[in-house]
T-cell receptor
Framework: GAVVSQHPSRVICKSGTSVKIECRSL??????MFWYRQFPKQSLMLMAT?????????EQGVEKDKFLINHASLTLSTLTVASAHPEDSSFYIC??????????????FGPGTRLTVL | DAKTTQPTSMDCAEGRAANLPCNHS???????VYWYRQIHSQGPQYIIH???NNETNEMASLIITEDRKSSTLILPHATLRDTAVYYC?????????????FGTGTRLKVLA
């Protein structure tokens, strides 16, 4: 149980295009989803937290107009990188957490999406 | 702000116990310690978590000092498949949501 998927696993795009990444909880309802970014040989940095049906909360230094997050259902959150540039190239990882106090209280991570902007 | 510090890398012989330390001297009384590991280019995998008592599951043991300022993750019989980056994480409550603050991680290499 507690499987989280991401799509696509890898994307290469030209500078200036927008890229959408999907994160799905496959076998549980995720009240909260998180988006992280990881640069090579570095740790995961939290970008934003989203709760189903409400606006995402962004960490300091993360541009909300560039990284658009939608959490429309209890099993799906999307991250759109608007007008991507080469410096946005990174490994984007989502995680999902179930109902507070329930058996899925910890975060379960997706496999990640590698974005390369040319 | 980093809440944990970990050694950058460690080696361990296959079949031996791997002991991975973590310092979290600024941890608050109600903040949990979590451990995850990440195998190259994959998402992190949950290992174990604890508050103040020692914990054990089928993957590992977690030893937390009495003052809660440090902890050690123990893999009792390391195998080659345990080669990964191990993250010590403090779960904090911020803006009404529990969030993970990742440490820099320890790159564990299990040697044949």
């Amino acid at each position: 149980g507690a499987v989280v998927s991401q799509h696509p696993s890898r994307v290469i795009c030209k500078s200036g295009t927008s890229v959408k990444i999907e994160c799905r909880s496959l076998d549980f309802q995720a009240t909260t989803m998180f988006w992280y970014r990881q640069f090579p040989k570095q740790s995961l940095m939290l970008m934003a937290t989203s709760n189903e049906g409400s606006k995402a909360t962004y960490e300091q230094g993360v541009e909300k107009d560039k990284f658009l997050i939608n959490h429309a259902s209890l099993t799906l959150s999307t991250l759109t990188v608007a007008s991507a540039h080469p410096e946005d190239s990174s490994f984007y990882i989502c995680s999902a957490r179930g109902l507070a106090g329930g058996p899925w209280n910890e975060q379960f991570f997706g496999p990640g999406t590698r974005l390369t902007v040319l | 702000d980093a809440k944990t510090t970990q050694p950058t890398s460690m080696d361990c012989a296959e079949g031996r116990a791997a002991n991975l330390p973590c310092n979290h001297s600024t941890i608050s009384g109600n903040e949990y310690v979590y451990w995850y590991r990440q195998i190259h280019s994959q998402g992190p995998q949950y290992i174990i978590h604890g508050l103040k008592n020692n914990e054990t599951n089928e993957m590992a043991s977690l030893i937390i000092t009495e003052d809660r300022k440090s902890s050690t993750l123990i893999l009792p019989h390391a195998t080659l498949r345990d080669t990964a980056v191990y993250y010590c994480i403090v779960r904090v409550l911020a803006s009404g949501t529990y969030k993970y603050i990742f440490g820099t991680g320890t790159r564990l290499k299990v040697l044949a």
